[in-house]
C-alpha cells in the first residue's frame, strides 16, 4: 500500500511570511495527525483530525496555525505568520483509528526553515 | 500528564546487543509503542506491546515491559550498522489514540 505523502519535503521562509504544508494519508485511515519535531525533540502532536472532524487541537497555537481535513482525506496545514521557532520538521501521520490498536503510520516531513 | 523519557545516546559494536530504554507515566496506555527514525526520514514503526503483556519479540527486537515500574526496553539482537538511526518510545492514549514519544535515543553502532 501506498504509505503517507507530503509535500514540499522542504521550505525555508523569512518570519512574519505565510506557508502552507499538504498531507495525503493511507488509503481508508480515517485518523490524521499533524506533528512538530523540532531538532533533537521527539514529535509533539498539533492537531488530530477523525475524518473531518477535530478530535485534539489543544497544543495547536491557534494565533498562527491552522489545519482542515475538508473532505476527511487531505490535509493541509498552515502557519501565517511565521516565526524563527517554528523552524522544525512538520509530520503526518494516519491510522485507521477503529480500534485501540491503530499504528501511526508517518510521513517523510516537511522540514521548514523560518529565517 | 503524559511523559515518556529515554536516555538521549547509546554506542555498541557491531555484533553486539543494544537495549534501548524508555520510562512513562500515563498508568491507562494500553499500547506501547518503537519507531526508529533514520536521517532526514519520517518516523518507521517497529514494534508495539499490549500494555497486559510483559514481553514480545519479533526476529531480533525483543521488547520487555515492567508495567508496575512503568519501563519498556527495545533490546536489538545482533546490532549492525543499518541499525544506527534515532530510536522513540510512545505510548498511547487510550481515548484519544494519539502517541505521546520521547526525546529518542541516538543508537550508534561501531563497525
Known amino acids: 500500500e501506498a504509505g503517507v505523502a507530503q509535500s514540499p519535503r522542504y521550505k525555508i521562509i523569512e518570519k512574519r511570511q505565510s506557508v502552507a504544508f499538504w498531507c495525503n494519508p493511507i488509503s481508508g485511515h480515517a485518523t490524521l495527525y499533524w506533528y512538530q519535531q523540532i531538532l533533537g525533540q521527539g514529535p509533539k502532536l498539533l492537531i488530530q483530525f477523525q475524518n473531518n472532524g477535530v478530535v485534539d487541537d489543544s497544543q495547536l497555537p491557534k494565533d498562527r496555525f491552522s489545519a482542515e481535513r475538508l473532505k476527511g482525506v487531505d490535509s493541509t496545514l498552515k502557519i501565517q505568520p511565521a516565526k524563527l521557532e517554528d523552524s522544525a520538521v512538520y509530520l503526518c501521520?494516519?491510522?485507521?483509528?477503529?480500534?485501540?490498536?491503530?499504528?501511526?503510520?508517518f510521513g517523510n516531513g516537511t522540514r521548514l526553515t523560518v529565517t | 500528564g503524559e511523559d515518556v523519557e529515554q536516555s538521549l545516546f547509546l554506542s555498541v559494536r557491531e555484533g553486539d546487543s543494544s537495549v534501548i530504554n524508555c520510562t512513562y507515566t500515563?498508568?491507562?496506555?494500553?499500547?506501547l509503542y518503537w519507531y526508529k527514525q533514520e536521517p532526514g526520514a519520517g518516523l518507521q514503526l517497529l514494534t508495539y506491546?499490549?500494555?497486559?503483556?510483559d514481553m514480545k519479540q519479533d526476529q531480533r527486537l525483543t521488547v520487555l515491559l515492567n508495567k508496575k515500574d512503568k519501563h519498556l526496553s527495545l533490546r536489538i539482537a545482533d546490532t549492525q550498522t543499518g541499525d544506527s538511526a534515532i530510536y522513540f518510545c510512545a505510548e498511547q492514549d487510550t481515548g484519544r489514540r494519539a502517541l505521546t514519544f520521547g526525546s529518542g535515543t541516538r543508537l550508534q553502532v561501531q563497525p
Open positions: 506491546i499490549f500494555s497486559n503483556m
Open positions: 501521520a494516519s491510522s485507521l483509528g477503529d480500534r485501540d490498536n491503530s499504528p501511526l503510520h
Open positions: 500515563d498508568s491507562s496506555s494500553t499500547y
